[in-house]
């Protein structure tokens, strides 16, 4: 019998290797092992098993790594479809579905030394008193570890040794599991009665869970392996997009659907952003399962557990033990099989795409994933992205509604305070309005607290001279660095360098010593409302302020308590927390995002503002939103303030049709980067006539003129009339650690055919030493 091995180093090639006597039986697809390469060793995961292969002289693999295959055949072929559709080498995308801890060589579990009591017959012997008061002890529990016994008792290990001796106990090494909380303690809930949209909702995911979809078993089984890649967005009924505004019971819905799964004998994945996986949310989920007849284990998967957890909750997993896993974006390719049930809580967030490759969107591969295994998808946010709303609207997905909150509260008063009037009273800009002042002062007096919201951390976020006009920027960076106060040191945000501030102007030929900051962050309103409400209990949270692991729990403990009184954040706060005594949000300046080069610039405004709001209001008292703005009739803002997400979506989705962005098309991103811009740039221009030649019939868009067609060229090899080619252009973060980056965006409806085009075109191209060519397909980070 013959393997075929994708390689760890990547190559984009399989190789073949004979499976040697010793190993028979035991090779499945799937499995990892190690063979030779050349005069190395490497690592790779077997994809197929054949007969036969066409080269001779095979040499055999080596070992193999565990004893159950990692990678699930189903796990397998999603990796290939993210390959192919991520324009990506395919040993990259089966790098990314293991977890680093799970494919390492050796052994990843934690073994210690445990005692057992064994069976014994006749009587038990006569035994000292200090050694019968511990053969009680173990006696009672059968089995302990070893260091907990010593702890407990305040022996040595001598002493259990003489009862080991007397045939009594036995130690042993064995597993011993991590749980990351072993520590928390969950009292078991049971599911709520529903309202009528709650119910309904349900209801069609429940079908959808039951039916043996026979459409989705007919275009899967005849699939070849080798078929190529379909777009995620073909037609299929079992995609739910969720639409229940904060608070309206999205989470209870998700608990009983996969209880429904369960039920059905099959396990669910919950993928939840990084930001929003709390203690609080996980516990939501244990408590549900954690006894009673579907009880089972569920499993998390997130960056702030010990290696040694993650390899615990994993096999978990992997062995069929916790049927249900929540985690951020990797956790799609947790091995839970036969998989009944995906839910992507907070589907709009971006921080479901990865930022390197493989430069998947989880949402993405989610859907995927679920018409792989026949598994529904419910998609649920608050503030849906404008794709899966369309999906909708054209029928790919189904659409569930929670138009209200489950306990009737009203939606928080939105006012929107206009700052450049308040400027214009004030000589220059407050960082409070009167208005929000005002606001605060009542919540103080009212012992009622407040979250006040700036997406930008540090004290000012310039250093800028009045006379010439000079800014303090990176050194590696196209941006401005920001100042912070604290710690007296100018810090740029995308690279991490820091410097000394300067006394003086920087520029020589000005050397003005009244170099002025400006710009307001997260620590300079901190500070400004010590000096206006010198009496208020302030926190702040952002990166800055949250650098160990319990930090956040603590911060947000206290403020539950009652501890603190206003609390000053970045994103960090803007997202599922639910205090009931919160009845003001004040968001300080709401178009920082809107002005950003980005065409999602206001949905996701929209998005923030509306997430931000729900923080208002969650208790018994109606809240309260202040929106500081200078641009306060802007169409996002005004949508936000009447929570009206169908007004925002129409008007934003003709702005998209009239310029052909998403949800009219998929876009590929193509950024080169290099420390020589000349070089990057003639690349760049390089790369676009290549395009155009392998896209004749292509649309072009320089930065400057409209679109116009491309010259029709002979020996077309183009399926996609309908790409439109925009750039090359500098990128909007035209230098970002000493790379200097050009970019070129192709828009087009049929991204898996341009995918396999731009597959060939990578691997021909010949580009400069020092310039590297990055595919990004379906970006979200435009910059
Ligand atoms: P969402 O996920 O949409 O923000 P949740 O599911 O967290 O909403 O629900 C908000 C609150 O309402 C939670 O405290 C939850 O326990 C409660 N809740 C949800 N559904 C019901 C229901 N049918 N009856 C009573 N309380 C409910
Ligand atoms: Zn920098």
């Known amino acids: ?62 070992k193999i790594i565990g004893t159950q295959t990692l990678v699930t055949p189903k796990v397998l072929k999603l990796a290939r479809w993210i390959a192919d559709y991520y324009c990506c080498a395919p040993e990259i995308a089966l790098k990314s579905v293991l977890p680093e801890v799970v494919r390492k060589e050796q052994s990843g579990w934690r073994e210690r030394l445990f005692v057992r009591a064994l ?52 130690i042993s090494r064995q597993i011993s599991e991590r749980d990351p909380y072993a520590r928390e303690h969950i009292l078991p809930t049971q599911p709520l009665p529903l309202n009528a949209a709650q119910a309904q909702s349900l209801e069609k995911i429940k079908d959808a869970i039951t039916k043996k979809n026979d459409e989705f078993q007919m275009t899967n089984g005849n699939e070849r392996p080798s078929a190529p ?29 996969i209880a429904h799964a369960l039920e059905e004998g099959k396990g669910a994945i919950v993928l939840v952003p990084e930001i929003s996986l709390t203690p609080q949310t996980v516990e939501r989920f244990k408590a549900r399962f954690s006894s009673g007849k579907l009880q089972t284990l569920v499993a998390v998967l997130h960056s702030h557990l010990s290696a040694g957890e993650r390899h615990d909750e994993w096999h978990k997993i992997r062995q069929g033990r916790a049927r249900i896993v929540i985690g951020a974006r990797s956790a799609i390719f947790a091995p839970v099989d036969p998989l009944g049930l995906i839910i992507v809580d907070e589907e709009h967030e971006h921080t479901y795409k990865q930022e390197e490759a493989p430069r998947y969107h989880a949402r993405d591969v989610a859907i995927m994933r679920g018409q792989m295994e026949s598994a529904p998808v419910v998609l649920g946010s608050a503030t849906p992205s404008l794709e899966s709303y369309y999906n909708c609207t054209i029928g790919k997905y189904t659409l569930l509604e929670l138009p209200e909150r489950v306990d009737e509260q009203k939606m928080p008063q939105v006012r929107v305070v206009d700052m450049r009037q308040a400027a214009r009273q004030e000589k220059g800009t407050p960082i409070f309005s009167p208005r929000l002042k005002e606001a605060i002062t009542q919540r103080l007096e009212t012992g009622q607290q407040t979250i006040l919201f700036l997406n930008r951390r540090g004290y000012s976020t310039s250093l800028q001279c009045p006379k010439c006009g000079y800014v303090c920027g990176c050194p590696n960076c196209s941006i401005s660095l920001t100042y912070h106060r604290m710690e007296q040191k100018l810090a740029c945000h995308i690279c991490g360098h820091s410097e000394q501030v300067p006394a003086i102007c920087p520029n020589e030929s000005c050397k003005n010593p009244a170099i002025r900051f400006a710009g307001t962050g ?32 603590k911060i947000l403990g206290d403020f539950r308590a009652g501890k603190i009184d206003i609390l000053v954040g970045t994103q960090m706060i803007a997202k599922g927390l639910h205090f009931p005594n919160v009845t003001l949000v004040g968001i300080i300046f709401a178009d920082l995002a809107l002005h950003q080069p980005d065409f999602r610039a ?39 303030r009447r929570h009206d997400f169908n007004g925002f979506y129409e008007q934003e989705m003709e702005f998209r049709g009239q310029l052909k962005y998403p949800p009219f098309s998929r876009v590929a991103l193509l950024t080169l980067k290099g420390r020589n811009e000349e070089k990057v740039k003639f690349s760049a221009e390089h790369l676009k006539r290549e395009l155009e030649k392998t896209f004749p019939e292509s649309k072009v868009q320089s930065p400057k003129s409209k679109v116009h067609s491309a010259k029709a060229g002979l020996g077309s090899r183009s399926r996609s009339s309908d790409l439109i080619i925009s750039g090359p252009a500098p990128a909007p ?5 000493t790379f200097y980056r050009h970019q070129i965006m192709l828009r087009t409806q049929r991204m ?32």
Not at 32 to 60: D, I, N, W
Not at 526 to 535: C, Y
Not at 545 to 553: C, E, Q
Request: hydrophobic content about 40%; glycine content about 6%; some cysteine.
């Open 119 to 170: 069976p014994f017959a006749g009587e038990l012997p006569r035994l000292p008193k200090r050694q019968l008061e511990i053969w009680n002890i173990i006696e009672e529990r059968r089995e302990m570890p070893l260091q907990e016994l010593l702890e407990l008792t305040e022996t040595t290990a001598s002493t259990i040794r003489r009862l080991e001796d007397k045939g009594l106990v036995e």
């Open 752 to 783: 898996s055919a341009l995918s396999r085009e731009l597959a060939k075109i990578l691997q021909e191209i010949v580009l400069p030493e020092d310039v590297s060519l990055a595919v990004d397909i379906d970006p979200v980070d435009l910059t």
């Open 602 to 640: 206001g949905e996701r405004t929209f998005q923030l503002l509306t997430q931000v709001a729900g923080r208002a209001g969650r208790g018994d008292i109606e809240g309260e939103v202040v929106v500081q703005a200078f641009t306060p009739f802007h169409p996002a803002i005004q949508f936000a």
């Open 229 to 257: 890649p379909s777009s995620p967005f073909v037609i299929r009924h079992s995609t739910f997009l969720l639409h229940g505004v904060t608070g309206s019971g999205k989470t209870e819905v998700y608990l009983q659907a």
């Open 1 to 62: 019998m013959i393997a075929r091995v994708s390689l760890e180093i990547a190559l984009r090639k399989e190789f073949d290797y004979l499976i040697p006597p010793g190993l028979a039986g035991q090779v499945d697809v799937g499995s990892r092992v190690q063979v030779p390469f050349g005069a190395r060793k490497v690592m790779g995961c077997v994809t197929a098993l054949a007969e036969e292969s066409a080269h001779a002289k095979l040499k055999p693999i080596i």
């Open 522 to 553: 997260t620590q300079k309103v901190e500070d400004t409302l010590a000096r206006l409400f010198p009496n208020a209990r302030v926190k702040r949270m952002d990166a800055d302020t949250m650098k160990r692991k319990d930090d956040y729990r």
């Open 733 to 737: 973060l035209l230098r970002a650690e």
